[in-house]
């Protein structure tokens, strides 16, 4: 391969660890609230407006189903939250995060660097001044620079609609380990659209004991509670 044609394949491969794709705008009925300029909630007793920009950031800009259903498990209380330390990755519009911080988590909301202005503005628009010290947006790309957080800094991790990319799964799961403490209690939000989904949470048992908690049929999202295994010479 010539230099031109490998500096291709970089970017390639580039853009593919970034997620953020932005996409031609679809006629489709499903896919045209992903178009909206806004997507409006009800989470925490708080109504809630989420900007979204999906010509500019794509996929990190709009609120997608997995993060709807990742805010209603929570609101079912049947994980604590309060006083806990949490990080949500690949936040895109910061729903999950911001939710996880009104129930009263401590919350690092993380993405790759070219949605970090677009997700605190998310973040300063939908939580109120008292609110705000429990929050932290943060950049954070998968498998690299992973020293600047603390290793097993974390009570809870959470992460919505973030396994579709193939090519992220493994600097994924490197950062899942390295954020987790080992009490930890991971939260994946998923749907499960191809082989490679299932691919993925193959890979993660090697690591982690994980359990479906949730299923909701109409949005067809399922919700994965996950955490560490013990060393192998442990068991």
Known sequence: MDAKGDNKHQKRAVMSRMALVPYVESSLPALSKLHSSSAQFRFANRDLRLSQDWKKLGVAAVVWDAAIVMCMYLELRKVELKGKVAIELGAGTGLVGIVAALLGAKVTITDREPALDFLSANVKANLPPDSRGSVT???????????????????????????????????????????????????????????????????????????????????????????????????
């Open 137 to 235: 947006v943060s950049e954070l790309t998968w498998g690299e620079s992973l020293e600047l957080y603390p290793a097993g800094g974390f009570d809870l991790v959470l992460g919505a609609d973030i396994v579709y990319l193939e090519d992220t799964f493994v600097p994924l799961l490197q950062t899942l380990e390295h954020l987790c403490s080992d009490t930890a209690l991971l939260l994946l939000a998923c749907k499960i659209r191809y082989e490679r989904d299932t691919n993925f949470l193959s890979m993660l048992k090697q690591r982690f004991s994980v359990e479906e908690v949730y299923y909701d049929k109409q949005r067809d999202i399922h919700i994965y509670k996950a955490w560490k295994l013990p060393p192998r010479g442990d068991l």
